[in-house]
């Protein structure tokens, strides 16, 4: 596993002792199953940001209408976001409406194409229930709905 994720580690267990899920989720893993540099990782939870906030004593709201909290630790920091569905998009490139959920497959169906709704677990494993990586090894780049 990549340097970056390996040190981010530490971040999903504190997530999953609380109780709740997260994974490293787009492009990230997506550059990562292809062999390309890791330049930052993004990290989805079933933690609300109040639920994130309360496990992480230093943190600010730089989405928090959508769901992410910055986690600042002596480590780095770390943009965790909450599972989440969409809808609306009137300015064409924010949601009008966002709805936390508490699952994996609801939130990376939201995303835009199936090679960045992969996500990874803290051991490595990758979760893919809309065939991201077939689509890649097929330089596919849509989500076939």
């Known amino acids: 596993m990549d ?5 981010s580690v530490p971040i999903l267990e504190l997530i999953e002792e609380a109780g709740y ?38 943190t600010a709201d730089i989405g928090i209408d959508h769901g992410t909290v910055l986690v600042i630790t002596d480590t780095g920091t770390y943009e965790i976001t909450t599972f ?15 709805k936390f959920v508490r699952s994996l497959t609801e939130d990376l169906q939201r995303r835009d194409f199936t090679m ?4 990874m677990d803290r051991t490595g494993k990758i979760i893919d229930p809309f ?15």
């Open 84 to 98: 989440r569905t969409e809808s609306g998009y009137s300015d064409f490139r924010r949601p009008d409406a966002v």
């Open 3 to 7: 340097r970056l994720f390996l040190k």
């Open 21 to 58: 899920e997260a994974y490293f989720v787009g492009g990230s893993v997506r550059d990562y199953i292809l062999g390309r540099p890791i330049n930052d990782v993004d990290i989805a939870t079933s933690a609300t940001p109040q639920e994130i906030k309360r496990i992480f004593p230093n």
């Open 131 to 145: 065939n991201g990586r077939r689509d890649l090894a097929q330089k596919k780049d849509y989500l076939g709905r």
């Open 116 to 119: 960045n709704a992969i996500a």
